[in-house]
């Protein structure tokens, strides 16, 4: 629950309470027991494979209060490769020197991103930072660029991570209290659509196409209101997914392509951006 100035939420008094003197006991073998202990102050219990139906609704629910706590009604979302670099930085994910030298070339699109979610912050700061906050995923890559770029103007962003074997820790410019953790890829994707108002897709890979598909798919299917959905990278995507084939062999409506754009610079973005929502700035 949120304290009178709205600011965060504090426990149950008699929730905490009694946490506390459950613990205050003397110790003897019932009280040692596992089953003593107060089952929501019981993580191995909450971590029981029948209780995966709770934890799917806390992991909904501890970032919705929270963002509706901080009166965040809509998000920018930049979707993109982890490892991406810097331009000048490191191709630290490459694992030869074809890797390298391509990565190095779309290192362009870590400044793009930076500078989208500049133009991005600066109008959402107009709103007090209610309207199209930039979210990620909190990592590295992209995702660092998207968050970075808040920051450059003092804007708050939000970063959605993910517990994974590697990659995934929060890069140092998400805003603290913002900055989510997740176990399910299914709760952490209807967070990223659902306060969207657009949707920036930068290069990447599998969690990039992933992404980027399920986001067209809603759109597709009618079950997500049609949002500017921007694809960043003419050449990258042009030889990634040939999206005309797929057209041309009925697999999906020839339509259906125009559910995108296609652009290279933050400033071609934005403009789209501006122009679906008559925007001034």
């Not at 219990?45 to 909904?60: A, G, I, K, N, S």
């Not at 995702?143 to 770029?149: F, Y």
């Not at 084939?245 to 559910?259: E, K, R, Y």
Request: charged share 25%.
């Amino acid at each position: 629950m949120a304290d009178k100035n709205g600011k965060g939420w504090k426990p149950l008094v008699r929730s905490g309470e009694d946490v506390r003197k459950s613990k205050e006991v003397p110790d003897t073998p019932q009280t040692r027991a596992p089953a003593y202990a107060l089952a929501f102050d019981d993580k191995e219990f909450l971590c029981r494979e029948e209780l995966r139906p709770v934890r799917l609704q806390l992991e909904l629910l501890k970032t919705e209060m929270l963002l509706e706590e901080r009166g965040i009604e809509s998000t920018v979302v930049l979707f993109g490769g982890a490892r991406i670099p810097e331009p000048g930085g490191e191709a630290w994910a490459a694992k030869n020197e074809t890797q390298k030298k391509n990565l190095e070339a779309i290192s362009q699109y870590y400044e793009e991103a930076r500078q989208f979610a500049r133009l991005a912050s600066k109008y959402s700061m107009s709103t007090y930072s209610k309207e199209m906050v930039v979210v990620t995923g909190g990592g590295p890559g992209v995702m660092e660029a998207g968050n970075r770029g808040a920051h450059d103007v003092g804007a708050p962003s939000i970063g959605l991570n993910i517990v994974l074997p590697h990659e995934q820790a929060p890069n140092e410019y998400v805003t603290p209290e913002l900055c989510f953790n997740f176990h399910y890829f299914a709760i952490r994707k209807m967070h990223f659509l659902v306060r969207a108002k657009a949707i920036a897709v930068f290069p990447g890979g599998f969690g990039t196409m992933d992404e980027m598909f399920e986001a067209l798919t809603l759109i597709q299917t009618h079950r997500m209101e049609r949002v500017p959905f921007l694809l960043f990278g003419k050449k990258f995507w042009n030889e990634v997914i040939n999206f005309k084939a797929l057209a041309d062999a009925g697999t999906i409506s020839p339509d259906d392509v125009n559910l995108f754009n296609i652009v290279d610079t933050a400033e071609e973005g934005w403009d789209l951006i501006k122009g679906h929502y008559n925007l001034s700035m």
